[in-house]
C-alpha cells in the first residue's frame, strides 16, 4: 500500500520563477495537506484541501497556491520564486475530519533551492 | 493563538540511556497532541499522539509520552535509546478550525546518540 508520493524529490530554481510541486495522498485518503518546513525549524501549515476546495490557509502570501484534482491529488504552486521560498514543501494526507485525531500521514518531502 | 515550544534545540545521550524530551503547549482547549519523528532528508513519521483517555501512551519504537494538563505538557521519554533513534524529533498539537483540520509544530529537538 502506497503511502504519500510527492515529486520530485529535489528541485532547483531562479528567483522570480514558478514551480509547481505534486502530491498523490495514501491510498483511502481524500485530504490534502501542505506544509513548509525551513531549515532548521518544524513544519508550518501552508494551506489544505478537500473536495478540491481549498479549506484552511496559514499565514503565506498569495504566491503560494494550489489545487486539488477528482482523484485527490494535488500541486502546490508557488510564484515569483524568492530566496527564502527555499525549504522542504511536505504533503500530508488524510482521511475526511480523521487527520487531527488519527495523524497524518506525511510523503517524504521536495526539497526547493531558490538560487 | 495556540504555540508549541520543544525548549531543547539539541540533546546528545549514550546509546543506552534514558531519554526525556520536552514539550509545552499553549491551548485553551484539550489538545490534540502528536509527536513525529524525522530522519535526515525524509518526512515525518507519527511516533504517537494523544486526545483523550489514559494520559500515558505508548507509541512505536520504544517510546511513550504523558500528557499533563496542569504542566501543559507532553514529554516524550524512552528508557533506552538505540544509535538508530538518532534524529530530529517534533511535537504537534492539532487544531479543527472550521472545519479544516491543522498542525502546529514546535521548533524540534535533534537528538544525537553517542556510542
Known amino acids: 500500500d502506497a503511502g504519500v508520493t510527492q515529486s520530485p524529490t529535489h528541485l532547483i530554481k531562479t528567483r522570480g520563477q514558478q514551480v509547481t510541486l505534486r502530491c498523490s495522498p495514501k491510498?483511502?485518503?481524500?485530504?490534502v495537506s501542505w506544509y513548509q518546513q525551513a531549515l532548521g525549524q518544524g513544519p508550518q501549515f501552508i494551506f489544505q484541501?478537500?473536495?478540491?476546495?481549498?479549506?484552511q490557509r496559514g499565514n503565506f502570501p498569495d504566491r503560494f497556491s494550489g489545487h486539488q484534482f477528482p482523484n485527490y491529488s494535488s500541486e502546490l504552486n508557488v510564484n515569483a520564486l524568492l530566496l527564502g521560498d527555499s525549504a522542504l514543501y511536505l504533503c500530508?494526507?488524510?482521511?475526511?475530519?480523521?487527520?487531527?485525531?488519527?495523524?497524518?500521514?506525511f510523503g517524504s518531502g521536495t526539497r526547493l533551492t531558490v538560487v | 493563538a495556540q504555540s508549541v515550544t520543544q525548549p531543547d534545540i539539541h540533546i546528545t545521550v549514550s546509546e543506552g540511556a534514558s531519554l526525556e524530551l520536552r514539550c509545552n503547549y499553549s491551548?485553551?482547549?484539550?489538545?490534540?497532541l502528536f509527536w513525529y519523528v524525522q530522519s535526515p532528508g525524509q518526512g515525518l513519521q507519527l511516533l504517537l499522539k494523544?486526545?483523550?483517555?489514559?494520559?500515558l501512551v505508548q507509541g512505536i519504537k520504544g517510546f511513550e509520552a504523558e500528557f499533563k494538563r496542569s504542566q501543559s505538557s507532553f514529554n516524550l521519554r524512552k528508557p533506552s535509546v538505540h544509535w538508530s533513534d538518532a534524529a530530529e524529533y517534533f511535537c504537534?498539537?492539532?487544531?479543527?478550525?472550521?472545519?479544516?483540520?491543522?498542525?502546529?509544530f514546535g521548533q524540534g529537538t535533534r537528538l544525537t546518540i553517542n556510542p
Open positions: 504537534a498539537v492539532g487544531r479543527i478550525i472550521q472545519g479544516a483540520q491543522k498542525l502546529v
Open positions: 494523544y486526545f483523550s483517555g489514559d494520559t
Open positions: 491551548y485553551g482547549a484539550t489538545p490534540y
Open positions: 500530508a494526507s488524510s482521511g475526511g475530519t480523521e487527520g487531527v485525531t488519527s495523524g497524518y500521514t
Open positions: 484541501y478537500y473536495e478540491e476546495e481549498e479549506r
Open positions: 491510498s483511502g485518503h481524500d485530504t
